[in-house]
C-alpha cells in the first residue's frame, strides 16, 4: 500500500501542473478576450480560394 | 425600398448601380470596389450588408504627420516594427473581425492586426517605412472603419489588466478539489487500517494547500473587514473574515494535536465559492465605458497657423493668442475669437440644443462647439483646460468618486447579523463552559465557523449579477451591480430634453400658412437640394417626393437663408428676419413666434407661410410619465429655449416640473439641491451637458441612440430603442432586491439549521462539509431561478 505515497505524489504533480497551464494561460491574456477566437476560428481557408468565393457569390446574385 | 448591399441602409438619395448591386452612396460603393479588387468578397458572404459607409476625410488625420503625436500614440516602436491600438466603434459582426484581420491584404506594410470584438478595439503592427499611420488610418477609414482618435488616447499607456480576481478564483479552486479529494476518506469515519496509516500525511497536505486559500485568494475578505472596522462599519466581509480565520486556526490547532481533521473542505470552499459570486458580479460591457469625460470627445490636434502657415499642433500646447483653423465638423477645443469665415456652431453637446448657432467675425465661441460648414479662423482665448466646458471637469464631484453614502443591502443585515452571531457564539460558549468546559472553545469556534455568512454573501452578488445580464439582453447596459440597488431605491427621475426625450434622428415638421401649389413645392425642393444647412437638408427630405427642378439663380445667404429664383417666380426662404424684412407684408398670414425653430418662406415678395420643426419625441413617451407619475417625482431639465413648453404640458402628465434655459452647471446644482432635500435621483441625459448633473445624481442614465458612440459618465447606458421600457427595468431593480431578501431569508434558513448543531456541540466537519456548499449552490440556484421568472415576465410584457 505505499504506493499510495506515489499515487498521491503524481495527483498533486498534475494537478498542479494543470494549475500552472491555468495561470500561465490567464497571464497571457487568453482570459482577456473569450468572444473573439471563437469567430476567428471559423474563418481560416477563404482567403486561400477567394476566386472559387466570388463567382459563387456573383452566380448567386444573378440567379436572383 | 432598396437597401444598400454595403451597409444595409435604406437607400435614400440616389441609387447607384454597380455590378449588379445597389449602393446607398459612392462610399459604399467605393469600398466594395476596394474589397472586391483584393479578392476579398468573402466579407459580404460572411454576413448580410456587413459595411459602414465611410466618412469624407478633407485633412481631418493631418496631424498625424506630427511626429510627437504619433510617438504617443504608439504601443510599440521599433526600426522596422510598430504597434497601434485603435478603438473602431463600428465594429459589430464577423465580418467586421474577418476584413479587419486581413488587413495586410490591403497593404502589405501591415503585418498582422488582430481584433477584440467585447472591446471594439483592434491593434495592428504594421512598418512605418512602407506606411505612416496617416495613411493606415485613412485605409481604415476608406473601408468604412474609422478609428476613434481623441483626446483621451494622447499619452496613454497600456493600463495594466488587472486579472488578480481570476488567479485567486484558480487558486481556490484549485485547492478546494484537492482537499475534497482528500478530505473524502474521512467524512464515513470507518476505522480501517490503511487509512489511519496515510490520515496525517492527508491532512497536512490539506493544511499544505489551504494556506494559500486563506493568505492569498481570501487576502481581500481580511483588508475590507480591517477597512470596514477602522471605519466602525460592520460590513459583511468582518463575519466572513472572521469565519475564514476561525476556520482557519481552529483546523489547525486541531491537526497539530492530532484530534480531528478539520475544517479544510469548507474553508476553501467557502473562499472558492464567495469569490465565484465576485466573479459573477464582475460582469463588464468591455465595449462601453463609463467614465468619460471631455477628452474623449476632444481632437488630439488641432491646425496652428503662424504667419499663414499651417502647423499640426498638440491641443495642450495652444496658447491664448494663438490662430486655429477648424474645419467643418471640427470641435472647438477652447474658447475662442471668430477671426474670419462663416461659422455656424453646433452647441448640442454643450447645451443640448440642436439648431447651430450662426456666429460674426468678433463673436465669442466657446469649446465645445462643432463647425457646420466651411473653414474658420479663430484666436483661442483661453488654453483647453481652462475653457469654459472643460472646467465643468473641475467641479469636485468629477474629482472624486462618487460618495460612498450608499450603504448596500448586504452591509446594512451584515451588522445586525454579525452582533447576532457574536453573541450566540459567547452565550453558548459561557453556557458550556459552565455545563462542559471542554466543549466550550470547540462550540463557540463551530458556531463562528457555521454562521459563517457565505449564503448571504452570495445573495446580492448572483441576484444582481444575473439581472446585469437580463438588462444587458434588454439593452440597458449599467456599469456596476450597485447601480440596480441604488436604482431600486430613486424616487425623483430628471429628464433632459433634447436627445433624451426627443430624438435626435427626426424632426417632425409642420406647415403653416397658405398652401404651397405643386410646382412652387418643386422649386423649393429643388431650392433647397442646393443647401447644406442642416434645416435644409431635413426640409428636402420632406419635400423631395416631388419632382426637383434646378432653379435658374441660387443665393445662399449664410446664416439668414435662401434666395432663388426658377422662371418668374422668385423665392425667399429663411429665417423670419430674413423673408419677413424684405417683403411687403400684407400679413395676410401671422410670423410664428420666434422661439420656435421654423423656416419661413415667401414667393415673389408675398409672404406665404413657415415650415416649424418640432422635436419628435420617442415613441412611448407619454405612457411612460404616466406610467411613472404615480411612484416618482418627474422633472424635466432642459438646456434648450421654453418653445416647446406647451407641446409638453398636453403630453405630460399634470405635475410635471419642467425648467428650461438650464445651463451644465446649473443642472449639476439643481441634482444637487435635490439631494439636499432628501430626494434619490436619477438623471436622464444624453449629451455632455448633462455630465455634471449625471455625476451628482444617485443613479446617471445616458439614453443613446447608437450605443457604439460616445456617452459622458454615467451608472447605465440606456438604448434609445427601449427608452419606453425604462418604467419595467425601474420595476425589476426593485423586484431584485426583494429577491435578496427571500435569499437572506433562506440562508438565515440555513445557518439556524447548522448552528443547532454547534451550539448542542456536534458539528462535525462532514456536517458542515455539506450544509456550505449546500446552502451556497442553493441561494445560487434560487436567485437564478426567480430572476429569470422576473425577467420572463418582463419580456413578455415589453412584446406588447
Redesign the interface.
Known amino acids: 500500500?505505499n504506493i499510495?505515497?506515489m499515487l498521491?505524489g503524481v495527483?498533486?504533480v498534475v494537478?498542479l501542473i494543470f494549475?500552472v497551464a491555468?495561470?500561465v494561460s490567464?497571464?497571457k491574456?487568453q482570459?482577456?478576450?473569450?468572444?473573439?477566437p471563437s469567430?476567428?476560428m471559423?474563418?481560416e481557408d477563404?482567403?486561400v480560394k477567394?476566386?472559387p468565393?466570388?463567382n459563387?457569390?456573383d452566380s448567386k446574385?444573378?440567379s436572383n | 425600398m432598396v437597401t444598400c448591399y454595403h451597409c444595409g441602409e435604406n437607400c435614400i438619395d440616389d441609387i447607384i448601380h454597380y455590378d449588379e448591386k445597389s449602393f446607398c452612396c459612392s462610399g459604399c460603393k467605393t469600398v466594395f470596389d476596394i474589397l472586391n479588387s483584393n479578392d476579398l468578397s468573402y466579407y459580404y458572404d460572411l454576413e448580410r450588408s456587413p459595411g459602414t459607409s465611410p466618412k469624407s476625410l478633407e485633412g481631418k488625420y493631418d496631424y498625424l504627420e506630427n511626429a510627437d503625436i504619433v510617438e504617443k500614440l504608439l504601443e510599440f516602436n521599433d526600426l522596422d516594427t510598430q504597434v497601434i491600438s485603435f478603438v473602431i466603434p463600428s465594429i459589430h459582426c464577423s465580418s467586421c473581425i474577418w476584413i479587419l484581420e486581413n488587413l495586410n491584404k490591403l497593404n502589405n506594410a501591415i503585418k498582422s492586426s488582430q481584433v477584440d470584438f467585447p472591446k471594439r478595439s483592434i491593434r495592428v503592427s504594421y512598418n512605418s517605412d512602407s506606411i505612416s499611420l496617416k495613411e493606415l488610418v485613412i485605409l481604415l477609414n476608406r473601408i468604412g472603419y474609422e478609428p476613434s482618435i481623441s483626446l483621451e488616447n494622447y499619452n496613454k499607456k497600456a493600463s495594466v489588466i488587472d486579472r488578480s480576481l481570476i488567479y485567486k478564483l484558480g487558486v481556490a479552486g484549485f485547492a478546494f478539489g484537492n482537499i475534497m479529494f482528500l478530505s473524502f476518506p474521512e467524512y464515513f469515519e470507518v476505522e480501517e487500517f490503511w487509512l489511519d496509516q496515510f490520515k496525517v500525511l492527508f491532512r497536512w497536505l490539506m493544511f499544505g494547500f489551504s494556506i494559500p486559500v486563506v493568505f492569498y485568494s481570501g487576502s481581500d475578505y481580511f483588508v475590507s473587514a480591517y477597512k470596514g472596522l477602522r471605519a466602525r462599519i460592520l460590513n459583511i466581509d468582518v463575519p466572513i473574515a472572521l469565519g475564514i480565520a476561525v476556520l482557519f486556526l481552529r483546523s489547525s490547532a486541531e491537526i497539530i494535536l492530532n484530534l480531528g481533521t478539520g475544517f479544510f473542505d469548507s474553508l476553501s470552499g467557502l473562499v472558492f465559492f464567495l469569490l465565484l459570486g465576485r466573479y459573477f458580479q464582475q460582469k463588464t460591457y468591455a465595449f462601453l465605458s463609463f467614465d468619460r469625460d471631455y477628452k474623449s470627445y476632444f481632437p488630439i490636434a488641432v491646425t496652428r497657423l503662424i504667419n499663414s502657415i499651417e502647423e499640426q499642433v498638440q491641443v495642450y500646447k495652444i496658447k491664448k493668442g494663438d490662430r486655429i483653423l477648424i474645419r467643418n465638423e471640427e470641435l472647438l477645443p477652447m474658447d475662442a475669437v471668430l477671426i474670419k469665415g462663416k461659422a455656424s456652431i453646433d452647441y448640442s453637446f454643450v447645451t443640448g440644443e440642436a439648431e447651430p448657432v450662426v456666429k460674426k467675425s468678433g463673436d465669442k465661441l466657446f469649446a465645445g462647439g462643432r463647425q457646420q460648414g466651411g473653414i474658420i479662423e479663430i484666436e483661442a482665448l483661453k488654453a483647453v483646460q481652462q475653457s469654459y466646458l472643460t472646467q465643468l471637469w473641475s467641479n469636485e464631484i468629477f474629482s472624486k468618486n462618487k460618495p460612498s453614502s450608499f450603504q448596500s443591502l448586504t452591509n446594512q443585515i451584515s451588522k445586525r447579523f454579525t452582533i447576532a452571531v457574536l453573541s450566540i457564539a459567547i452565550l453558548s460558549g459561557i453556557f458550556w463552559l459552565i455545563y462542559d468546559p471542554s466543549k466550550a472553545l470547540n462550540v463557540f469556534t463551530a458556531v463562528l465557523i457555521i454562521a459563517c455568512p457565505c449564503a448571504i454573501a452570495l445573495a446580492a452578488p448572483f441576484t444582481l449579477g444575473n439581472l446585469l445580464r437580463i438588462y444587458g439582453r434588454e439593452k440597458f447596459y449599467l456599469k456596476e451591480a450597485s447601480v440596480i440597488e441604488q436604482m431600486a431605491k430613486i424616487d425623483t427621475i430628471v429628464f433632459d430634453k433634447t436627445g433624451t426625450i426627443t430624438t435626435n434622428k427626426r424632426n417632425s415638421i409642420s406647415y403653416e400658412g397658405i398652401e404651397l401649389t405643386r410646382s412652387e413645392e418643386e422649386i423649393l425642393g429643388g431650392s433647397l437640394r442646393a443647401s447644406n444647412h442642416p434645416l435644409s437638408r431635413s426640409l428636402y427630405q420632406l419635400l423631395k417626393k416631388n419632382n426637383i427642378v434646378t432653379p435658374d439663380e441660387f443665393l445662399e445667404h449664410t446664416g439668414k437663408g435662401i434666395e432663388t429664383t426658377y422662371k418668374d417666380t422668385s423665392f425667399k426662404i429663411g429665417s423670419a428676419d430674413f423673408v419677413k424684412i424684405k417683403s411687403i407684408s400684407n400679413n395676410s398670414v401671422e410670423l410664428k413666434k420666434p422661439e420656435k425653430t421654423s423656416v419661413h418662406i415667401s414667393s415673389n415678395n408675398i409672404y406665404k407661410g413657415c415650415f416649424t420643426f418640432s422635436n419628435a419625441y420617442r415613441e412611448g413617451l407619454s405612457k411612460l410619465f404616466e406610467d411613472l407619475k404615480t411612484k416618482k417625482d418627474l422633472i424635466i431639465l432642459s438646456g434648450d429655449n421654453d418653445g416647446e413648453r406647451e407641446n409638453l404640458e398636453l403630453m405630460l402628465p399634470r405635475d410635471t416640473k419642467m425648467f428650461f434655459n438650464q445651463q451644465p452647471g446649473h443642472k449639476l446644482e439643481f441634482i444637487k439641491k435635490l439631494q439636499q432635500n432628501g430626494k434619490t435621483v436619477m438623471m436622464v441625459g444624453d449629451g455632455l451637458n448633462d455630465a455634471g448633473a449625471l455625476a451628482q445624481s444617485d443613479v446617471g442614465i445616458v439614453v443613446s441612440e447608437d450605443i457604439n458612440v460616445f456617452s459622458p459618465a454615467c451608472d447605465g447606458i440606456l438604448d434609445a430603442s427601449v427608452f419606453k421600457n425604462l418604467e419595467d427595468y425601474i420595476d425589476l431593480s426593485q423586484n431584485g432586491i426583494k429577491i435578496i431578501k427571500w435569499a437572506f431569508l433562506l440562508s438565515l434558513l440555513y445557518n439556524l439549521i447548522g448552528l443547532s448543531f454547534a451550539v448542542t456541540g456536534h458539528l462535525r466537519p462532514v456536517v458542515a462539509a455539506i450544509l456550505m456548499p449546500l446552502s451556497s449552490i442553493s441561494i445560487v440556484v434560487f436567485t437564478s431561478v426567480a430572476t429569470h421568472l422576473f425577467s420572463r415576465k418582463i419580456s413578455r410584457d415589453l412584446k406588447y
Open positions: 500500500m499510495i505515497y498521491l495527483s498533486v494537478a494549475f491555468f495561470i490567464v497571464k491574456g482570459y482577456d478576450d473569450v468572444y473573439t469567430v476567428r471559423l474563418f477563404e482567403l477567394p476566386n468565393d466570388k459563387q457569390s446574385e444573378k
